[in-house]
């Protein structure tokens, strides 16, 4: 049984970079990943920008170190890129020395395949390519990884829409906590689809601008894709093997809104819980949070519900920032890859900015972080996720006071 | 620290959602795949509300409001439920008005095909502001909930946990996974479903909700001790390793197992590794079956669990379950084992 959580090691691909240090650059450069539709062909084409990881389907799959002889579905590709760098920065070769779980989010699964499947079965039901659409299910993209990472232990899926990969994070925890698994890969993949663009676009809440979180003129979220896991080791590990961790996990808070299955609540009774939980368990009080990375999606409705939590909580609100404007929405990916940002912010002593920020939003008294600061000591950073289903999430990041 | 099995809902091919009854009758279809008996939805939900519900959710909503009935717990300290597919029903309808064209489509079933729609729609039928989250991993969607669960009341920040398992069966969703060669090509009796000994399983649906509780209380059925998942293709040997370290991690030996409730599902592929445990490990044991009452789908676990609960609760083995003929007069610990195409293996430990 393990008390305290460390983070050992971090994987991420997105619109910014293939990798943890590529995106590391991106964030320091204010550099963007969103843009215009490349990847496939839609009707949204150059009226919704999307934030796309800019690789063809052959080059993910080399990129994800794979020959060719099996299909693949592009969240299963993407979390495999991600899960493996993940593995490699935690310096673990082989899995089978600790108790090792893999805890994935995603919110497609397989879809990106399954449309192109459904378009000749709704033709004729003998039709359509079966291997486009046995990967559909969720846990498909789960297995598929833990395969190639060689786990066999532990393994399970969440989906909590926006917040699921937040989610991974905390039941990982929990099954080290209570001694199930000693180490779990846990974070989340999700690619863009055809399918999300026009679910999202149904709802009418995608800027054509691209995203403008916490902004007076926000018109809505920009879909990204992407994956990111991190290793969390029990204290055991760290101290057995003299590593050094990246940072400590010393809270997290799951709440729900209760509100309206797509819409936040007014007061931000959820995101108000989320937090206020995850504080409580880390025994800090708001005043010793340095930096939140908010969930911040850019719709009308998320910013003014998680801002009014954050001033309910939080006086004065600490430096905040939304980096969706960076990777975009990586919906299942977003929690871990929002905690990734917020690992690489305590580690490097900067606090990456919300970009397309002009107009403070008139309901509040908080502007974000809008240019790249350095030389912070961060010691603690809140991240949020919060989610359609009003399932929020809150993760609390902090700098290891343990040194090997 | 024990965890009871407090209240049950369930929805299924059977007459379950009544929970005074325990199987008086079996149904039996003819059919290529089971589904639910639908009860009225109207009871439980407001109707306005339930006109935009698609089935999925009606049945969720509803076998979670049975499952709060009797034990008078109206806040859950926690809502979580396993999926493996969540509403095909909505994704299908997202796909087919896609494909016509990306305009002017319906925002519902895009809403309701996002996996955590039950969990959400009951905890804002309850207004419950507590823990929530859906895990959608196969046949380990309903186990990895009740391993939340179970550590829900370990951190002890949870006295009574709301946790189920849920899935649907569509037609199109059926012809799709028959040509990947999930399922039997033809119609099936669902009794006589160990008949065939051909490849394909049967499939089918249900919804299950178990109000689990750190008291007994009036209505309790049975405590839930442990659960395991299993990922590997294994020999039954391992199969058998791994059950008596399951059994020894709760201090318990396979001799002191009153039953034992096995998945078959009629596939002919995978439906040996059961035999072997039959004839082997449990070859004592009163051996269970009850895929031929719900069919085949990735929370079918839900139906076993509600089973062994009630066999425990009855002290009595319905004679539509018995897959051999022990039929001890006493009942203390049930142990279930579910496989899924001998990749995905899971064992549940439940006590009197």
């Known amino acids: 049984m393990s008390k305290r959580i460390y983070i050992t090691g971090i994987g991420m691909i997105s619109a910014i970079g293939n990798n943890v240090p590529e995106i590391l650059t991106s964030l320091e450069a204010s550099k963007t990943g969103i843009g215009e539709i490349t990847l496939f062909p839609t009707l949204h084409r150059g009226s919704l920008p999307m934030a796309e990881v800019k690789l063809s389907a052959t080059q993910l799959l080399n990129l994800a170190g794979q020959n060719g002889s099996q299909q693949f579905t592009r969240t299963t590709l993407l979390g495999m890129v991600a899960a ?10 082989a899995v089978d020395t600790w108790k090792t779980g893999l805890i994935s989010a995603t919110s497609v699964g397989g879809m990106d395949r399954t449309e192109h499947f459904y378009k000749e079965f709704l033709e004729d039901q003998s039709k359509g390519r079966l291997r486009d659409v046995i990967n559909h299910d969720c846990g498909d993209s789960t297995e598929r990884i833990a395969i190639e990472l060689g786990i066999n232990k532990l393994i399970s899926t969440i989906s909590t829409a926006c917040s699921s990969s937040a989610n991974t994070i905390i039941f990982g925890a929990n099954l080290i906590r209570s001694g199930k698994a000693e180490r779990v890969i846990a974070g989340g993949t999700d690619s863009v689809t055809k399918f999300t663009l026009n679910g999202f676009n149904t709802l009418m809440i995608l800027d054509k601008r691209g995203c403008h979180p916490f902004d007076e003129h926000r018109a809505g979220l920009t879909l990204g894709e992407g994956a990111a896991y991190v290793v969390l080791e029990s204290e055991e590990i760290v101290m057995k093997e003299g ?9 997290y808070g799951n709440a729900n809104d209760a509100y309206h299955q797509t819409a936040s609540s007014p007061d931000g009774t959820g995101p108000f819980l989320a937090m206020t939980k995850a504080l409580k368990m880390s025994n800090l009080t708001p005043a010793e949070i340095d930096y939140i990375n908010v969930h911040g999606t850019g719709t009308e409705n998320n910013d003014l519900s998680e801002g009014i939590a954050l001033e309910r909580i939080f006086d004065p609100v600490p430096l905040f920032s939304s980096t969706k404007t960076y990777t975009g929405h990586t919906l299942g990916a977003a929690g871990a890859v929002e905690a990734v940002i917020s690992i690489l912010s305590i580690q490097n002593g900067m606090i990456f900015p919300n970009l397309q920020f002009s107009t403070p939003m008139k309901e509040l008294n908080i502007r974000p972080v809008t240019e790249v600061l350095t030389g912070q000591n961060i010691r603690h950073v809140l991240s949020n996720s919060f989610g359609f289903g009003g399932n929020n999430s809150t993760l609390i990041i902090s700098k290891p006071t343990y040194s090997s | 620290m024990s965890v009871f099995i407090n209240d049950i809902g369930l929805i299924s091919p059977q007459q379950t959602a009544d929970p005074a009854l325990f199987l008086p009758d079996v149904m039996e279809y003819t059919a290529d795949y089971l589904q639910v ?53 909505d994704t299908e309808k997202i796909l087919t008005e896609m494909n016509a064209g990306e305009q002017l489509m319906n925002p519902t079933p895009f809403i309701q095909s996002t996996y955590n729609t039950i969990s959400s729609q009951i905890a804002i039928t309850l207004k419950c502001h507590n823990y929530n989250s859906t895990y959608v991993h196969r046949t380990f969607s309903f186990e990895s909930a009740l391993q939340d669960a179970l550590m829900q009341f370990e951190e002890k920040v949870a006295a009574n946990v709301l946790v189920g398992g849920i899935d649907e069966m569509t037609w199109n969703h059926l012809q799709i996974t028959r040509r990947a060669g999930h399922w039997k090509t033809d119609p099936v009796n669902n009794l006589k479903l160990l008949s065939y000994h051909t490849p394909g399983a049967f499939a089918g649906e249900g919804a299950a909700y178990f109000l689990l509780g750190n008291e007994r209380c009036l209505s309790t059925y049975s405590t839930l001790r442990d659960v395991k998942t299993i990922y590997n293709r294994e020999k039954a040997t391992h199969v058998e390793d791994a059950v008596k370290t399951f059994l020894s991690a709760n201090e318990l030996d396979v001799n002191q197992l009153d039953a034992v409730i096995l998945g078959y599902n009629g596939d002919s592929r995978y439906d040996g590794l059961y035999d072997q445990l039959g004839s082997g490990i449990f070859r004592q044991t009163q051996q269970v079956w009850y895929k031929h009452l719900c069919g085949e789908y990735y929370t079918s676990t839900g139906f076993a669990l509600w089973l062994g609960a009630n066999i425990l609760k009855h002290q009595l083995v319905p004679a539509a379950v018995r897959f051999n003929n022990p039929n001890p007069d006493r009942l203390q610990h049930i142990l279930i084992y579910n496989q899924y195409q001998n990749i995905n293996h899971s064992l549940f430990l439940i006590s009197r």
């Open chain 1, 243 to 251: 590593k050094q961790p990246l940072a400590e996990l010393t809270g």
């Open chain 2, 37 to 89: 008996i639908n009860p009225n939805y109207k009871e439980f939900i407001n109707p306005i509300a339930a006109r935009r519900m698609s089935r999925l959710i009606k049945m969720g909503i509803t076998s979670a409001k049975i499952a709060l009935a009797d034990a008078g717990c109206q806040m859950p300290d926690a809502i979580i439920t396993g999926t493996g597919l969540g509403s095909v029903e």
């Open chain 1, 84 to 93: 493996k760098e993940a593995l490699k920065s935690a310096g673990i070769d």
